[in-house]
């Protein structure tokens, strides 16, 4: 989504239920806009046999290094 389009939402969000929006500082916004990946046909669609992020085995493998609770 586009840039102006996600601070209406959050805008929007902050003054519809302040209490589940946290404060977000200019340059968080900015790292995770930068660190964000769009959502492919597959993922959005729920199909099966989305793989695992590059360079994992499996998701689980994936999900436990960055949760360590996960595992």
């Known amino acids: ?3 102006e389009t996600q601070r ?5 969000r ?3 239920a302040p ?3 946290l404060p977000m500082a200019e340059t ?3 790292h995770a806009r930068a660190l964000f990946e769009e959502p492919d046909a597959p ?3 729920g199909r099966e046999g989305v793989g695992p992020p590059s ?3 499996s998701r689980r493998d994936w999900a436990a290094d ?3 609770s996960f595992a």
């Open 1 to 3: 989504m586009d840039e």
């Open 8 to 12: 209406t939402r959050i805008t929007r």
């Open 14 to 16: 902050r003054a519809l």
């Open 19 to 21: 209490e589940g929006a």
């Open 28 to 30: 968080d916004f900015r």
């Open 43 to 45: 993922e959005l669609e």
């Open 55 to 57: 360079g994992w085995a």
């Open 66 to 68: 960055r949760w360590p």
